[in-house]
């Protein structure tokens, strides 16, 4: 999906990657993220969300909550990381990321509720009166009171498999009233997802139903409740492109995850500022009748793959079709078109969600000063798995 952008704008990181992995350095099954690219693409994000006064949330689970990556982003100036779930909360704060959002779209679970809280996260989202209750009686408990955001939806909004939850614009006056009983929690914010949509007829990103629904239920709390949203969060396809329109909508925050790598739909299609900064690396494990086969474990259903880099024993870089693993199966192996060596570098460049694969994540820097190196290797929930890099390039 992403591999003529990555070949056209950051063809070191692909030379570098066949390098980490011809030498023995990096198996199969791993992605490489060029924190250069990522601190390149964070940087000129900021930029634009400071013109605009929109404040960023990182995102770590598309990038296996790494903390690397998670701590240069801090250190350019985000307030701090979007906890998708609360497993990924607990990753964050043993590393010391600061935790800016938490229970989006994840609600945290009722025997958790006081850990979490005890991590200080700056807002936690809640889809039902029952949820912001216990987090109301953990924060009595500790003399506190925590930033609520209520996921709010619609009958006509975008809702994906697996994600439904969130107050009904309908039941909204009732579950407000209950909320506002409550003491030690305040309701400031709104969120839904998705905000934005990539719409390949227009070319561009497109706000959904769900803008409207945060809309409606923001003018529905002002003018009968006398509340004053401080946090509209608008979060999906996140990056400097889009900040614009996240303030047309009447947004306050944003959450680039894919913007980080270059990965979101439109830069697949479009140059945007944003340089890909992310690439799969597998190996051909064997080869029957006129099929090669790579080794598997990255995959995730929406990635959409369609070619591969094979170099062969010349250095040069072949282009071979692949076909997705099927969805009905586990991704032991990628097919690919043609008779490929066994034992040869396969390069893929496409959307993941590292943290719901089996993968490894090298993270390298020094590659936009030509002086690349391995910086760490973690498995896809941050965790590490080498602390001594002797032999590194």
């Given at each position: 999906m992403?591999?003529?952008?990555?070949?056209?704008?950051?063809?070191?990181?692909?030379?570098?990657?066949?390098?980490?992995?011809q030498s023995g350095i990096i198996m199969p099954d791993t992605y490489v993220i060029d924190l250069d690219a990522v601190s390149e693409n964070a940087?000129?994000?900021?930029?634009?969300?400071?013109?605009?006064?929109?404040?960023?949330?990182?995102?770590?689970?598309?990038?296996?909550?790494?903390?690397?990556?998670?701590?240069e982003l801090v250190r350019l100036g985000f307030e701090g990381a979007v906890a998708v779930d609360f497993r990924e909360a607990e990753?964050?704060?043993?590393?010391?990321?600061?935790?800016?959002h938490v229970g989006h779209l994840v609600q945290t679970p009722s025997r958790m509720i006081d850990r979490v809280v005890r991590m200080r996260p700056s807002w936690m989202t809640v889809y039902t009166v029952e949820k912001a209750r216990e987090i109301d009686e953990a924060c009595r408990k500790l003399g506190c009171i925590q930033n609520v955001i209520l996921r709010v939806i619609d009958r006509n909004d975008?809702?994906?498999?697996?994600?439904?939850?969130?107050i009904?614009?309908?039941d909204l006056p009732s579950s407000?009233?209950?909320?506002?009983?409550?003491?030690?929690?305040?309701?400031?914010?709104?969120?839904?997802?998705?905000?934005?949509?990539?719409?390949?007829?227009?070319?561009?990103?497109?706000?959904?139903?769900?803008?409207?629904?945060?809309?409606?239920?923001k003018l529905l709390l002002q003018d009968r409740y006398g509340l004053q949203m401080e946090q509209m969060n608008m979060p999906s396809a996140t990056c400097t492109h889009s900040i614009e329109k996240i303030k047309a909508c009447g947004g306050t925050h944003g959450e680039p995850g894919h913007g980080l790598l270059g990965t979101t739909p439109m830069?697949?299609?479009?140059?945007?500022?944003?340089?890909p900064a992310i690439v799969y690396v597998s190996e051909i494990s064997h080869k029957l009748d006129d099929k090669s086969y790579a080794y598997g474990g990255g995959y995730y259903q929406r990635t959409l793959i369609k070619e591969a880099i094979v170099p062969d024993a010349f250095g040069n870089l072949q282009r071979s079709a692949v076909h997705s693993p099927s969805l009905d199966s586990i991704d032991y192996h990628f097919e690919l078109e043609g008779s490929h060596a066994v034992g040869q570098s396969v390069i893929m460049a496409f959307r993941t969600q590292i943290f719901v694969t089996r993968s490894v994540v090298a993270i390298v820097g020094g590659l936009s000063k030509n002086r690349p190196q391995l910086l760490g290797l973690y498995d896809s929930l941050g965790?590490?798995?080498?602390?001594?890099?002797?032999?590194?390039k």
């Open positions: 992403f591999l003529e952008k990555t070949v056209e704008r950051n063809a070191a990181l692909i030379q570098y990657a066949i390098e980490l992995h940087s000129l994000m900021l930029q634009e969300a400071n013109r605009h006064q929109i404040k960023l949330f990182f995102m770590t689970k598309q990038l296996g909550r790494n903390p690397i990556v998670s701590k990753t964050l704060y043993e590393y010391g990321i600061p935790l800016a975008v809702l994906y498999p697996g994600q439904y939850g969130g009904r614009l309908e407000i009233e209950q909320l506002l009983e409550l003491k030690h929690i305040k309701v400031s914010g709104l969120t839904s997802f998705p905000c934005f949509l990539f719409d390949a007829k227009a070319g561009d990103f497109v706000a959904t139903e769900n803008v409207r629904t945060m809309q409606a239920a830069h697949a299609v479009t140059n945007l500022v944003e340089r965790k590490t798995l080498s602390k001594s890099l002797k032999g590194a």
